[in-house]
């Protein structure tokens, strides 16, 4: 029942906008997210992150050097965090141009 309630609540209240205030709310949801990965990205913490644990991982020489058998989980680990990284990459960027949207419709 509250998942349904949710629902109903949701439906009506995105009836009540208009389209062009649906795609407004929608970039501040966007906007509002890229701008917290990019708070995550300016932290000390994930910049220690990205350097002692992320960016080794994917060096290139730890490929290289690897037993045979470990090749395939080496491998999976970095296709994982490369996707980690483009992940925050991309959302920021999105919102960034998201931003640049939203000042370009309020300014004509």
């Given at each position: 029942?509250?998942?349904?309630?949710?629902?109903?609540?949701?439906?009506?209240?995105?009836?009540?906008?208009?389209?062009?205030?649906?795609?407004?709310?929608?970039?501040?949801?966007?906007?509002?997210?890229?701008?917290?990965?990019?708070?995550?990205?300016?932290?000390?913490?994930?910049?220690?992150?990205?350097?002692?644990?992320?960016?080794?991982?994917?060096?290139?020489?730890?490929?290289?050097?690897?037993?045979?058998?470990?090749?395939?989980?080496?491998?999976?680990?970095?296709?994982?965090?490369?996707e980690l990284l483009n992940f925050v990459d991309n959302k920021i960027a999105q919102a960034n141009a998201e931003q640049r949207?939203?000042?370009?419709?309020?300014?004509?």
């Amino acid at each position: 029942m509250y998942f349904d309630d949710d629902r109903r609540k949701a439906v009506e209240e995105l009836s009540r906008q208009t389209p062009n205030e649906q795609v407004i709310s929608k970039s501040h949801e966007v906007i509002d997210k890229g701008s917290a990965y990019a708070s995550l990205k300016d932290n000390r913490g994930w910049k220690f992150l990205v350097e002692e644990f992320i960016q080794p991982r994917l060096s290139i020489n730890r490929f290289l050097t690897a037993d045979k058998g470990e090749l395939p989980y080496i491998q999976h680990e970095m296709r994982v965090l490369s996707e980690l990284l483009n992940f925050v990459d991309n959302k920021i960027a999105q919102a960034n141009a998201e931003q640049r949207l939203l000042e370009k419709l309020k300014k004509s």
